[in-house]
């Protein structure tokens, strides 16, 4: 018993290079700067958050961490202004990698703010924004490619690996238990697999009247299928993730190893990618493929999180990490970056 | 930019110190907590909503087909009741699990069901309605064309049908006459000189034809007003 809880503490335990909390952080502020712009832009700031009087619509009771709480805050319009725009400044602080910690932590407890306070507006994707925000509080996010590691001397050669882990298990959730909520006649060959052909044909939502949906049914059929048996087997991503950790041991079972012989995010990733795509095309729904693509870099290793901060980043200021060494550093080992001062850490044996 | 191999950066097996020993057991916790709360579950089942259209031909249809396949009751009717009450047990029973583990995702902000991701899509869609009668005059006048490709639709936040969504399902009257009331103000805003006195908030169910319908030319969606709106008279 005692060795199995040191072998499964062991396995939250371990330790990776940062890169890709890293990239997660960027790629996921950027969807939450998104969010709040078109609030903004589309004016409605007001309208979704403001007491009646103040230009609101809606007068109802908050709940949670919301600050609206505190005795001395209501819903003004001013107040409501200064927390939209409070929180575009932290998620911005979030995306250089400025005291990120507590710009995560207020990116988060704003989120639950604006969210409870929106209540009858509130959709899917502030759904999205305010779970994962919790996680990025967790998370050492600004242990490189940050402004924490470049200037504060905040830079960590490696990072626990289990919030990336966490990130990784809240995004299964959300994609299977979407999938297993689609259990209406309409996604199976009892309705016909229907369900996307009706998608398009729902005012509002379909971007555009769903007559030309008929010439393509085969293809909604198809679109049906694939995304339902997508987001149900979407586990199997993180299954095969743990099952390849140790590529020296290939594991015993021919189920094992047959989960671990290819690299399933080669299939599901660019499916992700393209199912979310066809939403943004096909459907209004703000920001929310935006929100959920943002969130694939949890999938990444360090080392190929990394090779794509530097294709993209060449020459910033933000790069905490150039050094050879820390490509082939395994987890937990003493790395030191060589960009960046670096917070040292005590060498483990 | 996926490498074919998995990465170098394998992890070693250090001494596990108290924090190791912290991580794992809040990570356990937090996992248990969110599988608890995010596994699926009917949002409402009470006898209205299964009089509710949608849900109706959802159920005839989806037992009327099932019974053909696996008949292990007499009727399609009895056998939906036979699953219903499995899954009244079933939330019940999820209810009194969800109720310890909610203190800390409340907290936690993580309180989550992802079921508006994944629901089925309506066959017989609702069109919001919003009629204002200015003051002095008789008739209502249509104040938004909420239908595909109007103006007022294309100018619709996107989260306006959401709350037209949860409005037809689970709000309050005083919800209703908060959203009236919003619309009169919008009205009055266009119409300086003909200020809204009561605004009449309906639906419109239309009716989604089949493809093959579409593809011989009979695409009308037999738009029908549904009884009953709401009225919001300025006070």
Known sequence: MRRCWQRYAAFWGEREAPDSLALLRITFSIALIANLLEQLIAGNVREFYALPEQGGIFQRPESGLSLFRLPFLRPTALAVFLLVWGQMLAAVLLLVGLWTRLAALVCFVLQVTLYDRMDLFAFGG????????????????????????????KGRADVPRWPRRLFLFQLTVVYVSTGLYK???????LGGWSALYLALNLPGIARWPG????????????????????????????????????????????????????????LYLPLGVVLHLSLTVLMDLGVFSLGMVSLYPCLFHPHESRSFLQWLLPSSPFRGRACPACDSAPSGSQTKLHTSPVRERRARP | MLAAVPPPDVPSCPPLTWRAHAAALFVTFHVACVLIYALPRPPVLDQDILEHPEVKAEMDQ????????????????????????????????????????EPYLETAGSTQSWHMFGGTPPRFPLVFVVEVQPRGEVDYVLFQDLHWGTADSAAM??????????????SSA??????????????????????????????????????????????????????????????
């Open chain 2, 62 to 101: 989806g037992f009327g087909a099932l019974h053909k396949v696996i008949p292990w009751r007499d009727t399609p009717e009895q056998m939906r009741d036979d699953v219903l009450r499995v899954v009244l047990a079933y939330t019940r029973f999820m209810d009194r699990l969800r109720a310890v583990v």
């Open chain 1, 211 to 266: 007559d030309w949906a008929a010439w393509v049914y085969p293809l909604t059929q198809v679109g049906t299928f694939v995304s339902k048996w997508w987001e149900i087997t979407s586990f199997l991503v993180g299954v095969n993730l743990f099952l390849r950790r140790h590529p020296d041991q290939p594991g015993r079972g021919r189920l094992r190893r047959l989960l671990a012989r290819w690299d399933l995010r080669l």
């Open chain 2, 157 to 170: 936040n996107f989260r306006h049908r959401k709350t037209h969504e949860l409005l037809s399902y689970r």
């Open chain 1, 126 to 153: 502030d759904n999205v924004f305010r779970v994962f925000l919790y996680l990025m509080v967790l998370s050492p996010a600004g242990a490189a490619w940050s402004l924490d590691a470049r200037w504060r001397g």
């Open chain 1, 183 to 189: 259990i209406g006649s309409t996604w199976s060959a």
């Open chain 2, 174 to 235: 005083s919800d209703w006459a908060a959203y009236a009331a919003y619309w009169a103000r919008r009205w009055d805003e266009k119409h300086p000189d003909r200020p809204a006195r009561r605004v009449r908030l309906s639906y419109e169910r239309l009716h989604t034809p089949s493809p093959e319908q579409v593809r011989h030319g009979e695409s009308d969606r037999r738009p029908e007003r549904l009884a009953d709106p709401f009225v919001w008279e300025r006070p």
